[in-house]
């Protein structure tokens, strides 16, 4: 599989420490898959429904848009109880409440209409469903003007822009910050910050990916989930938010 700039393709070692950010966010919620049933709505290239269906799922299913992207999966990660399967997540051919759980990371920011897309989440999910996700902060990824700056993104959102459209559709959500501090904090990280801020909207994806990517490397070649902070501390300022949130009906609590 090669690499894009809007993909995360594991094997490659300046970018495995950005998949293990990724699945951080999974572990943070680790608990709440044992002996459930999963979707996992825009699964990509697949390790991360790799990893729920290895950490307590019942069943895992991995969708995704991109055909190359689940035939990479279905190759490469294979357990009995997982499979992969080519779907639009705004327009998702499953049954009413057939999934207990639905995870989604990085996908409400690709697609063009985020309200439908959220509904399709409801209608799959059960009425003690869950529904967890990421997405880039929009003041810290997107443009000064707003407008999101990978090719790929049709929107990205502030803290409150996010909570104001999953309240929309769930009865309780709660929404944190993550970041590696041992990157945001580091002298190195501190120098460059400021100059990539302002050339990196202009960058193409691949290049742009690579040049963080490496940075990051270079500070420490292999991360692990200890390194990546999730919290409810200055979330307005965090690189990426996650929530976890509930159908009507039902609190989860954390």
Known sequence: ??????????????LENM???????LNFVQSRFKDRLILD???????GSHFIAENGAR????????EEAVDYATENYRRGNLAFGVMDCSRL?????SFDMVCSLE???????????LAEICRVLRPQGLYFMSTPNRLVSSKPDGEASWAFHER?????ELRELLEAHFQEVEIWGTCVPIYEHH??????????????HILPSELRVWVSSSIRYWIKPRLTFDDVVISEERIEEAPTFVALCSRKGFTHGM
Not at 41 to 47: C, E, F, H, Q, V
Not at 93 to 97: I, S
Request: aromatic content about 8%; overall charge positive.
């Open 156 to 160: 990205e959102f502030a803290l409150e």
């Open 187 to 200: 002298a190195v990280r501190k120098v460059t910050k400021s100059p990539l801020s302002r050339i990196k």
């Open 19 to 25: 998949i293990t950010e990724e699945l951080a966010r």
């Open 59 to 66: 069943w895992v299913l991995g969708v995704d848009i991109a």
């Open 1 to 14: 599989m090669k690499f894009t700039g809007e993909r995360l393709v594991p094997g490659i070692p300046r």
């Open 107 to 117: 996908l409400i920011e690709h697609v063009v209409q985020p309200t439908h897309y």
């Open 93 to 97: 051919g499953l049954k009413d409440e």
């Open 41 to 47: 709505a825009g699964s990509g290239l697949g390790y």
